[in-house]
């Protein structure tokens, strides 16, 4: 593990509750006077300082923070407000690109240090990955006056099970107990959150990657619907048809205001041109959103086996928050159709030769002197990037054939059919009047960091298929097991591009509920 050496830096003058704080308290305390950027600023690094050695959940910090910060507190003093995000410190992953700064995507052959890098990989050197421009939203963070803290740990190239261990950086822990898993590979942006290092994070997710983290740290994670929000700059997983960006945060209410900046169209990446416009998320939220609402239910055999009994139990309670809401519960949506044949007799390829060329177009957008291919990678480093580097992206996906070469009329294929099926799923769904559904986010528990991560992958409810059907989900904490595990709920859209309303529920049942709670630390253990 790679301890990042931090400056001094001032210690903050201010009271800042960075652990359960939300957008609107630290604007607030901006309005009323209490504290500036540059104080929340130093309360960040401070807590960095303090919590980074233990967690891992960085890869760099940014060490202009305090000069960004200072420029936010000219910028208020001369009159100017950017809307909620002005001065709200932010933690985005490593492998979104920020102008200027060195992008891993956590792998040590993209990092030129003076060390054997991973000797069991024959990694000896590696290059600097250095974009010229910012990822469209990391340019719509600046734009709205965040404050960008740093790019957080991830596995190499975001692919290792239900952890974050990272050629170049380590294992970054789950701050609820350091043998939990802490979640796919956001995990270092959802630490970062649960300990207050910023307010809210960026993530990525292409088969669970924003879900799990958000829900094993206790937060709201929302996977958008694929191409509500722009994923051009980010370093690809399945960028043709799983792939997206999305935020994490304490409250489902700074997840809307974060999808108020990140989401719309952008001619950067064409992928948004399925989105005409964008919903206004904010002031879709409502208290009061499942009265009246049809809510599907788990379904045994369905989506996956049958739960866990501690996991069954809980969830029979979340359910009867539901109805106490109001809602009108829907035991059976899919089990009367032929939904799950069709499902399992679909092919569904890892297509090696798709993701690489995705690679290649991730290094030709660079920029400047980077390599603008992996031939080039590979000329000026000595080793390849290819199959062997991202053969755990084989083990994400459930599938009924897996073609490891398949070619581009492949890809079309496999895409066309989970445009099909997503058009089979919407008809249910609305054939039925269903308003949403909402599930358990796995069938079992939060494993140990310790276990067979990567198959645990396979126990989430909502994973592979609804990433290739691009539909929205967003993951709401729902509180503890008895052995301290954060579990959470799952509540997806009956359609693509029904994320405002799917975060309308959220809002209800977080509101009704509350079960959020902030992690203890090993140096902040209550006295007795």
């Known amino acids: 593990m790679r301890h990042l050496r931090l400056p001094a830096f001032p210690l903050p003058t201010a009271e800042i509750d960075l652990i359960s704080g ?31 050695p233990y967690l891992n959940a960085f890869i760099s910090v940014n060490m202009a923070l305090m000069d960004d910060a200072a420029q936010i507190d000219a910028e208020r003093r001369a009159g100017v407000r950017k809307g909620p995000l002005h001065g709200v410190p932010i933690v985005i992953k490593d492998n979104m690109n920020v102008a200027g700064v060195r992008t ?22 590696g290059i600097d990955l250095v974009p010229e421009r910012d990822a469209s939203v990391v340019a719509r963070l600046k734009q709205a006056g965040a404050l960008i ?12 099970g239900l952890r974050s261990d ?8 789950n701050p609820y107990d350091a043998r939990f898993a ?40 929302l996977k958008p619907s694929f191409g509500m929000v722009p994923i051009d700059g980010v370093f690809p997983g399945l960028s043709s048809h799983h792939d997206v960006a999305g935020p994490i945060a304490r409250t489902v209410a700074d997840v809307a205001i974060l999808m108020d900046i990140l989401a719309g169209p952008t001619p950067a990446d064409p992928r948004t041109a399925r989105h005409a416009g964008k919903p206004d998320f904010a002031a879709a939220l409502n208290a009061d959103a499942f009265r009246g609402a049809r809510i ?23 359910t009867g928050v539901l109805s106490g809401l109001g809602a009108e519960l829907v035991p059976v949506v899919f089990a009367d159709t032929d939904w799950r044949a069709r499902w399992e007799s679909r092919t569904s390829f890892v297509v090696t030769n798709s993701y690489l060329a995705g690679v290649d177009a991730y290094l030709g957008a660079l920029g400047g002197s980077n390599p603008s291919s992996r031939a080039a990678f590979r000329e000026r480093a000595g080793f390849e990037i290819g199959v062997a580097t991202t053969a755990p992206l084989h083990g994400l996906l459930s599938s009924a054939a897996i073609n490891v070469g398949a070619d581009d009329d492949a890809m079309i294929a496999v895409i066309a059919q989970a445009d099909a099926l997503r058009t089979q799923y919407e008809a249910i769904l609305r054939d039925k009047g269903i308003d949403a559904l909402f599930f358990p986010r796995s069938v079992n528990p939060l494993p140990d960091i310790g276990g067979d991560t990567l198959a645990y992958l396979g126990d989430q409810i909502v994973g592979t298929e609804i990433n290739e059907m691009g539909l929205p989900v967003v993951t709401v904490p729902a509180g503890f097991l008895k052995d301290r595990r954060p579990i959470a709920v799952d509540i997806v859209g009956p359609a693509i591009d029904t994320d405002a309303a799917i975060l309308a529920f959220a809002y209800a049942f977080e509101q009704a509920t509350r079960l959020r709670r902030a992690p203890v630390l090993p140096d902040e253990q209550p006295t007795s």
């Open 22 to 52: 939300t957008i609107s308290d630290l604007q607030a305390g901006y309005q009323e006077g209490r504290f500036s950027a540059s104080d929340v600023a130093a309360a960040c690094l401070a807590r960095i300082a303090q919590l980074e």
């Open 104 to 125: 891993t995507a956590g792998y040590a052959g993209f990092a030129s240090d003076d060390r054997v890098l991973d000797p069991a990989r024959g990694i000896f050197n």
């Open 149 to 160: 803290v740093g790019k957080s740990n991830l596995p190499d190239f975001g692919l290792d």
């Open 166 to 173: 990272s050629s170049y950086n380590g294992d970054t822990l």
């Open 182 to 221: 802490p979640g796919a590979s956001s995990t270092g942006s959802a630490a970062a959150v649960a300990v207050g290092f910023g307010i809210a994070s960026l993530g990525t997710d292409t088969a669970g990657s924003i879900l799990f983290p958000a829900s094993a740290q206790s937060l709201v994670g």
């Open 296 to 318: 599907g239910l788990f379904e045994p055999g369905q989506w996956a086996p049958d739960l866990h009994p501690a996991i069954a139990e809980h969830y029979r309670r979340m």
